[in-house]
């Protein structure tokens, strides 16, 4: 009788032995995805939906998004990148430099003049960054980068047309480049996150916003403001943002090969290209269109006050440079680097 219970317990034990390693095998692993935009957002529908669908088919559904939009998790914008460094979320979409100060290098691509379309961005941040600046994302394991069309001016109650209209007007900036190209061209440069601008332009805390088309329904802009001072077509934008849908290192890490694989299979240079075509430069003439029914005005600048504009804010990219220098990188090589791979890109379309 005691040989048949302990041959019943050897039999119990090894068919749990065989469940628990079935159960490892098949764990669904659940990534926390942490933004600051709405569920309705078009880089939520069209981006990181997408892009969490992918990974849950090609895992056989072991690799499953929970996406927390509109800061669910809390917390501040700014504070997304240390979110996913810390683990406080598995993956965060983010504006990495909403962090002034620690994104140096990478923030070459928001330098004004630099960029015309998304998708050529796109694939030069990605390349710059595997290449020259990976050393201020410790901690957080790019997935893909991106950027977007491109900033334009977006206003409340003025119109201005020209460089000397800009003087004294307070404008929204996303990041301390922007700020630097504002202050260039006479304005005063207001920093604040995406979803503070709808508000601060309802409350005349600033008289424009400078906000990329994708952002405008983001945030309902189109309901608030009626007139939109852009460049002219083809040309290279007043500026531009670098986004980073990056994952905690020790998370990725801790992932078995054949799951780690799948994440590398939606990683790289080829899906940042998508995500700026995809998010930005296929959707941009919708969001103009719905704007325009709203009643909005767009003012192009002509050529010769877009290289008014140009000359003015020269210096923002030396400041820059200088910036890199003090922390011991080559800054203008880097600059001549960076403005290589927009061109590179930019040749492939």
């Not at 207001?190 to 005349?204: E, I, Y």
């Amino acid at each position: 009788m005691k040989r048949h219970a302990s041959v019943l317990r050897l039999l119990a034990g090894a068919a749990a032995g065989l469940a628990l390693a079935a159960t490892a095998q098949g764990e669904q692993i659940v990534l926390k995805v942490h933004h600051f935009l709405p569920a309705t957002s078009n880089a939520q529908l069209n981006m990181i939906q997408p892009w969490c669908d992918r990974i849950a088919q090609e895992s056989g559904r072991r690799l499953v998004c929970q996406i927390y939009p509109a800061m669910q998790l809390g917390g501040t914008p700014a504070q997304l990148f240390d979110q996913a460094k810390d683990g406080v979320a598995d993956i965060v979409w983010t504006l990495p430099t909403y962090s002034a100060g620690r994104f140096t290098k990478s923030a070459v691509y928001e330098l004004p003049w630099l960029v015309p379309n998304a998708e050529a961005g796109s694939r030069a941040l990605w390349a710059f960054t595997q290449k020259y600046a990976l050393d201020e994302y410790k901690g957080v394991h790019p997935i893909f980068m991106h950027m977007h069309g491109g900033t334009l001016i977006h206003f409340v109650g003025k119109r201005p047309k020209t460089l000397a209209d800009m003087k004294g007007l307070k404008i929204r900036s996303a990041n301390r480049v922007n700020s630097q190209m504002l202050e260039a061209i006479g304005a005063v440069p207001v920093q604040m996150p995406l979803p503070a601008v709808p508000d601060s332009l309802a409350k005349g805390v600033v008289d424009g916003a400078a906000v990329p088309w994708e952002g405008v329904p983001a945030i309902k802009l189109d309901e608030i403001s009626r007139y939109h001072l852009d460049v002219p077509q083809g040309k290279p934008r007043m500026g531009n943002s670098i986004f980073l849908f990056g994952m905690n290192q020790a998370r990725y890490d801790s992932l078995p090969p054949d799951l780690k694989k799948v994440i590398d299979d939606n990683s790289g240079i080829e899906v940042s290209a998508w995500a700026g075509r995809t998010v930005f430069d296929e959707r941009e003439a919708e969001f103009m269109k719905t704007s325009r029914e709203n009643g909005s005005e767009f003012h192009a600048m002509d050529e010769a006050e877009y290289q008014r504009w140009v000359d003015a804010t020269q210096g923002v990219r030396d400041l820059w440079i200088e910036a890199v220098d003090k922390k011991g990188g080559q800054g203008a090589d880097l600059y001549t680097a960076a403005r290589n791979l927009v061109k590179e890109f930019s040749m492939r379309r």
